[in-house]
């Protein structure tokens, strides 16, 4: 990989509803705005050079990649290390909610009900990162969620990981090259190796 364009998806069902959405098992659409935004997508990525898709188990991200990639025979690949995390008992509840709780608790906690810390959601999209930057093929639309993303993007600056971060525009693509997201990747190891909030 040279270069990765790192794109959360379009408006869904249930991020409208500011509802979280961790289980690919659950099928949220995309909502009639979130189309228009896969639409406007297309349009952005209509001269890029691109060799290969990446998207999550999620709907959301398959149908913004299916419109933004229409007419174009583009390999896809579902890399679920990009999934977005999981949420335990605050699966379809409101993201307030659960950003109450985020905000109290550790990064090594995990959240009730749930499988997986925040600290744990890291390490995996470090893997993912990792793999991107292994991939063969040069230039790579990377169609994801917005906190796998803001957490390259912050990394890629030298920020790490917060209780809770500032959401990632939908259907935006933001590039990174191969150095800014191995930069990324390196910086949120180190933090996962001894995870802690920063005051």
């Not at 408006?11 to 098992?25: I, K, L």
């Not at 950003?99 to 470090?126: F, K, N, T």
Request: glycine share 6%; net charge negative.
């Amino acid at each position: 990989m040279k270069r990765a364009l790192l794109t959360r998806h379009a408006e869904s069902a249930a991020s409208v509803d500011g509802r979280t959405s961790g289980d690919p098992r659950r099928r949220v659409p995309l909502t009639e705005a979130g189309r228009e935004q896969a639409h406007a997508l297309r349009e952005r990525l209509a001269h890029e050079e691109l060799e290969l898709c990446v998207v999550t188990e999620f709907l959301r991200t398959q149908e913004t990649a299916d419109i933004a990639l229409e007419g174009r025979d583009l390999p896809r690949l579902v890399l679920p290390a990009l999934d977005d995390i999981r949420f335990g008992d605050y699966e379809g509840r409101l993201l307030a909610d659960y950003r109450v709780w985020a905000r109290a608790h550790g990064p090594e906690d995990v959240v009730p009900g749930g499988d997986e810390s925040r600290a744990d959601a890291v390490r995996r999209y470090a893997g993912a990162f990792r793999t991107l930057i292994g991939r063969p093929e040069p230039s790579i639309l990377v169609v994801a969620h917005s906190l796998p993303i803001r957490y390259a993007l912050d990394a890629a600056e030298g920020l790490p990981p917060r209780p809770a971060v500032a959401q990632v525009p939908y259907a935006e693509p933001f590039p990174l090259d191969a150095e800014e997201l191995s930069r990324a990747a390196a910086l949120l190891e180190e933090w996962a190796a001894a995870p802690s909030w920063q005051p």
